[in-house]
């Protein structure tokens, strides 16, 4: 027979008692908890300083790790790794893995920090790796076989990788530099080129699946790849049917792309890619495979680059912003190979040319980004030790610090943007657990869990935890459909869409293309022309002609990276002259242009039909945005943040604990074997079969609901019922 009761009719019969309290009866057990359960830490409030004694001041104990060696790299500093220090968190125990051109094992910056693993197999199909014109092709055959060292070799490599390697677990020593996660190993495989090996259809699905799993198999938790594609292999990907147009180049036959998804799948191995420096709205297609493939986007981390002023010209995140991010980059002071003595070598070298260990000052680009991101992944590693990789890579994404610029309109400080992602990984705020959820968060946390700075099988999470970005991400993903809808309507394209629709198009199109290109013009002799060339290139007939442009042009290539610089007036000056000249022409468009963009448009129609049709079922689906929390496993543990995330929050074992200063806003469903308990703040509680309540002392539940299970209330609640 169910029971219900109010706070004023309980506490009129109960008002001699000096604290408020309810014993509430569920089927044939009655259940007593007195004492109030307390998150428990060892060391609380103790920080690390690095000559090893500790202090309860973090920003004192961050301030001792700012010596020379630390401030000799930018990058530490911009993701506030000295607060991970701080919290004893340096990678130590943490494997990360790095694709790249080898890296020199005998760098003393490196010493024991590197296994170096070998990538044996058979090539599946005939191909090459592209250096670009100079080099030209590395040709091989199907069937031939493959042995190659993760060690950099002169003849093969460039310095790149070991760059790389400094960045993730150079030493820290009190020499030179230091790795941001200096105590994590980092194991080594060679692409078996250089930095200028371009990744495309041709790059071998075999050698890859074999790379990558290596990696894995050897428990590497993060995989960096700073090397990847350019628009001179496989052409822009600016706008979203140039995208499409890209990844069409992967359909119908197994590459590289594919090798690397299926690793992901099979081991959880998280890859951490360079989104690439060529100014376009979206990454290459590598990283924004999971825009294709929406299964893998869980496992992948895109990484464009961010200034040490807070800016960026390179690939912006795009289309893959909720799952990109900004690393530090620009002049990162890392290891390096001297050739000939030179501090950084450029590959394509001769067997005689003598090589040293060396520094660089200059790595840049995202390829020196992206390491500064897997080494962040590993500090939150160590910190979450009994996460899974997706949730330590939400962790690092929702703890971010938010960046923007003029490009990104409407922006929201809680919600990934265009250009940089998430934001810039920043340690301070990723050690206090997630900010956000994107998906239902489960964290098995067992009682013999070792969680740095805490005893055994507990943790505590103090940042208010949202799902601020989930919701919005719907929002978005809603009006994508309906604007497609709306889209196909008003073209005429609801029924089909062919190449004569697509001729008409261009039609269409090219009646603006003169006005475009003018008003480029304009704009490029003021050094300020970002928003007119967005416009060129977002029409995919303008597009085509102003890469002729560019082609031709003497300072065409350049124009991007210093178009707006003061110092290189003579960049734009070139280019808008260069440009007006081609305007004179009788007719700027060949048949070439048509062609490229009717090419386009299909494209962009048939991967937006793919897309919308997911999408579609994705909103269909109640559980795809479901931004809540699953405590399972027998440890414990604690909220203290003030929590909004509206998912519900489930206790399947162990314990969780709101804590005095915490609260949260969704419901909560105690389930068998779990144990929750209310210090702060709670809503409605469900408390089911073999399920426990306990709202301590000073503690406040809203209307709770007891079926089968036990409820101690020592503090307030709302309404209460208890039924068989």
Known sequence: MPFDATDA???????????????????????????????????????????????????????????????KDHA?????????????????????????????????QLAGKITSLTVQGTYGADGDRYEGANTGKWAWKKGDTFSVSGDYDPLINDSHGTA???????????????????????????????????????VDYEYFKEAYAAASRNGARAVNSSWGQT???????????????SYSHFLNKKTYADSVAEVSQQYGTIQIWANGNAGQNNPGTVVTLPYFRPEIEKYWVGVTGVNKDGHSEYDRCGVAKYWCIGGPTVDIYSTSVGRNGGDYDFGHGAPSDTISATYTPTYNGTSAAAPNVTASFALV????????????????????????????????????????????????????????????????LSKDAVVKGHANGTDIWSNDISDTALKARKAEEAKEVEDWKAKKQAKGWDKKFTTVEAQKEVGILRQELSSLLQSLETA????????????????????????????????????????????????????????????????????????????????????TEVRTKYLTAKLADPTSYDGG???????????????????DTIVDGGELVIGREGSITSASIVNDTGLFTVEGIAAAATVNKGGRLNVAVGGTAGDTSVSGGWAAINGTSGATSVSE
């Open 629 to 647: 929390l699953t405590k399972t496993g027998s440890g414990q543990l604690t909220l203290t943040g003030d929590s909004t995330y509206s998912g």
């Open 9 to 71: 009719a309980i506490s009129a019969c109960h008002n001699r008692l000096p604290v408020f309290r309810k014993f509430l009866k569920s089927s044939a057990c009655i259940t007593l908890i007195l004492v109030a359960t307390g998150a428990t830490a060892l060391a609380d409030g103790k920080y690390h300083n690095a000559d090893g004694s500790r202090t309860d001041d973090l920003e004192a104990a961050a301030a001792t790790w700012r010596n020379p060696e630390f401030l």
């Open 381 to 444: 590693a160590q910190r979450f030790p009994y996460l899974g990789n997706s949730q330590l890579r939400d962790v690092m994404f929702t703890t971010a610090t938010h960046l923007t610029d003029a490009r990104v309109k409407n922006d929201n400080a809680d919600v990934p943007n265009e250009t940089f992602g998430w934001g810039r990984p920043n340690m301070q705020s990723a050690m206090l657990g997630p900010a956000q959820f994107m998906d239902r968060f489960v964290v098995d």
């Open 524 to 607: 490029i002799k003021k050094q300020d022309f970002a928003s007119e060339l967005d416009a060129v290139k977002k029409n995919p007939l303008a597009s085509k002609v102003w890469s002729r442009v560019v082609a031709s042009a003497q300072y065409g290539p350049y124009l991007e990276l210093y178009g707006t610089n003061p110092r290189y007036k003579f960049v734009a000056a070139g280019v808008a002259t260069d440009l007006g000249n081609f305007l004179k022409a009788a007719d700027i468009v060949v048949a070439a242009d048509i062609t490229a963009a009717k090419e386009t448009l299909l494209a962009e129609y048939n991967g």
């Open 76 to 108: 530490l500093a911009g993701v506030k790794a000295e607060y991970a220090y701080a919290y004893g968190i340096t990678g130590k125990g943490v494997k990360i893995g790095a694709v790249d051109s080898g890296v020199l094992t005998s760098h003393p």
């Open 164 to 202: 790389a390697a400094g960045e993730m677990v150079g030493l820290r020593d009190g020499k030179e530099m230091h790795g941001i996660a200096f105590d994590a190993h980092l194991y080594s495989v060679n692409t078996g080129g250089t930095d200028s090996t371009l990744t495309g259809p041709s």
């Open 231 to 245: 628009p001179i292999i496989i052409g822009n990907y600016y706008t979203v049917g140039e995208m499409v147009q």
